[in-house]
Structures are given as structure tokens and as C-alpha cells.
């Protein structure tokens, strides 16, 4: 229970004075120690919160901070080239909850007060379980589709669209591409598709998939592709799946799959609500499969979580402020307001 409110900020049933800043990253100062989010680079705070392996999430440690991270994450960072030395998954006052968005991906709750989301979903995908958040005062989500606009197709409606694709490039002889983020998305599209072959993979797929079989993920060892003469011999007999990271139609992967194979090319991105984007990206298909929540699953997360404040972060940002506030919540976007503290619990 709040038992006061000033004007410099509130008392918490905990007593703790709790601050939270935004210089360039986000910034959380308790009375004992201070702890960056999502660092971009290199942080003096006394911890550093890694949430997953994303390049936008992930950075260089120099020894000066802790890292806090899941054995997941330190693993997938490795993989791209990131070391998380020494990294930590326990620490007093903090914990580190199931984001639902990758393979290790973590949310943090701090001093069972602030929760930051880091990138979040609420819905099970395949091997991905979904998170519904937790209880706090303060949340600052990622709101990277936070427009009334982005709300996704379930997960089993998009596998029998696409299996149903699938079945009639194969009974035409015409070979596919499945593409996707090459972290998540792509173990994901495996995962789902699995039961179609032969599948090959993208070198930079086939890492990670390798990555994901090492940390019990129930994935088909699958073949890499690969490039030139291996390529053409082990795409010569047709039909065929080629898992690849999302580039466009037009990219030096892609192209000579569609104009020496024939392959269609279908996308998964949250962004293929909107209808122009197959076009756009020059593929034949593409579905709204996506690792974030969409729009309702913000508003429900926001719900669950019920704070007394909200900022967000990613994406739609003022938008989705604007409507949690016209849904009573006390609630503004993190990212460009440049003050030392937001929020002080005294
Ligand atoms: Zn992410």
C-alpha cells in the first residue's frame, strides 16, 4: 500500500527511495546500488541488465559493471560475438522474470517495485511460452507496437495459412523460403515448419539453431545451405525449404533462390499487418507472426501489471502514452525526456 504522496515522488511500503532516469539509457537508483537497462555501451552503474540477445539490446561489457543476464542470453550473445563475463542471473533485490519474446529473454522486477519490460510477449509461440508480467509500482514497457492498428493473427491461424502455402508450392514442384530475424524468429518459423522437409538453413540460421539444440531446445538438426557450389548441389533436388534471416526479395541471398529456383518467398514480421509490406520488402508473402506483443496484449500487460506509473519505451511511444492515460493511467514516453529523475519512492 502507498502510504503518501508528495510532491517529489512516494513513499512505497518498502521505504526505499527508488529512482528512475533516462541520460541517453535508462537508469534505476536505489538507496543501495544503481543498475543501467538495456545499456548501449559500456555502463558505471553498479549492474547492467541485459534482457536478451538482440543486437539493439546487447553490448560490450568493460568489467566495471555487473552483469546481469540469463546463462541463455550470455550463450546467444557469445554466438554474435558479445561476452558477457561474469554475468549473473541472482541478486539481492532483484529478479528476473520470463519475457516471452526469445530464448532467454528476461524482464526485471526491482525491489518488488520497478518492472521493465526490456522486448515482451504474452502469447505462446511454438517452443516460446508467454509472460503476463508482474505486479509493480512503476512499468516501463517496450511499446514497440503500440498503435490500435497492430493486432496479430493467432499463431495456429498463421501456421495453417502457411502450411497450406507450403503444401502448393510443393505439389507445383516450386521451392520456399521462410525468412525471419535470425535470433528468434527463424528457431521459431523451424520449430513450427518442422514437420515439412527437406529444410536447409542459412549459415547464420544454422548457428543459432545449433545454439538453441545445445540449450535444450527440441529443434531438427537440420544442413546449412550454404553458398556457391554447395549451394547448388544441395539445392538441386526440388522442392525444398530455406530458412534465412528477413531481408528483402531484392538481397544477394534471396534473389538468385527466386530467379535460379523459382522460390517463393514468404516473411514473418509483426510489421506485415500492414498490407503493403510484402511489396515493399519484394517477397511473395508475408504474416503477421510476431515475438512482441501487439496492441490489445500492451493494454492487458499494463492492466496486469497495474502500476501507479508507466513509461514507455520502443516504437509507438507518445502514442501509446496518450492512450493509457485516456484509459486513466498516470503514464508518458521515456525516450526524450532528458531529466535526472523521473521517479523518486522517498
Ligand atoms: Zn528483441
Redesign the pocket.
Known amino acids: 500500500m502507498k502510504e503518501a504522496k508528495t510532491q517529489s515522488g512516494i513513499i512505497t511500503r518498502h521505504g526505499k527511495r527508488i529512482t528512475v532516469s533516462h541520460r541517453g539509457g535508462i537508469l534505476v537508483k536505489t538507496g543501495g546500488y544503481s543498475l543501467a537497462l538495456d545499456p548501449k555501451r559500456a555502463s558505471k552503474s553498479d549492474f547492467s541488465f541485459v534482457?536478451?540477445a538482440?543486437i539493439?539490446?546487447v553490448h560490450s561489457p568493460d568489467g566495471n559493471s555487473k552483469v546481469i543476464a540469463s546463462k541463455e542470453t550470455v550463450a546467444l550473445a557469445e554466438v554474435r560475438g558479445y561476452r558477457l563475463r561474469d554475468a549473473i542471473e541472482q541478486q539481492g533485490g532483484i529478479d528476473l522474470v520470463d519475457a516471452g519474446?526469445?530464448l532467454g529473454?528476461r524482464a526485471i522486477l526491482i525491489e518488488d517495485s520497478v518492472f521493465y519490460t526490456?522486448?515482451f510477449s504474452s502469447r505462446d509461440r511454438g517452443f516460446l511460452r508467454g509472460s503476463p508480467g508482474v505486479k509493480c509500482d512503476t512499468l516501463i514497457m517496450e511499446t514497440t507496437y503500440g498503435t490500435p492498428r497492430y493486432v496479430f493473427t493467432d499463431t495456429e491461424k498463421i501456421v495453417s495459412r502457411v502450411s497450406r502455402l507450403i503444401a502448393e508450392c510443393f505439389h507445383n514442384c516450386r521451392p520456399v523460403v521462410l525468412t525471419g530475424y535470425p535470433l528468434?524468429k527463424a528457431q521459431l518459423i523451424t520449430y513450427l515448419f518442422r514437420n515439412w522437409g527437406p529444410i536447409y538453413l542459412h549459415d547464420a540460421v544454422f548457428d543459432m539453431n545449433e545454439a538453441h539444440i545445445e540449450l535444450g531446445i527440441e529443434l531438427p538438426r537440420l544442413e546449412s545451405c550454404g553458398v556457391g557450389s554447395k549451394q547448388a548441389a544441395v539445392l538441386k533436388r526440388r522442392p525444398w525449404i530455406v530458412v534465412a534471416p528477413a531481408s528483402s526479395g531484392r538481397s544477394h541471398f534471396i534473389k538468385p533462390l527466386r530467379d535460379n529456383y523459382g522460390a517463393a518467398v514468404i516473411a514473418f514480421t509483426g510489421w506485415a499487418v500492414d498490407p503493403r509490406y510484402a511489396y515493399m520488402m519484394g517477397v511473395d508473402y508475408a504474416f503477421d507472426l510476431s515475438?512482441?506483443c501487439d496492441f490489445k496484449e500492451l493494454v492487458q500487460l499494463a492492466k496486469y501489471c497495474n502500476p501507479s506509473k508507466i513509461y514507455t519505451v520502443h516504437g509507438f511511444a507518445a502514442e501509446f502514452a496518450e492512450h493509457l492515460k485516456f484509459l486513466g493511467f498516470d503514464a508518458e514516453p521515456l525516450e526524450g525526456i532528458e531529466q535526472s529523475t523521473l521517479t523518486s519512492y522517498a
Do not use: A, K, M
Open positions: 534482457s536478451h538482440h539493439d539490446h519474446h526469445i529473454s526490456g522486448d528468434g515475438d512482441h
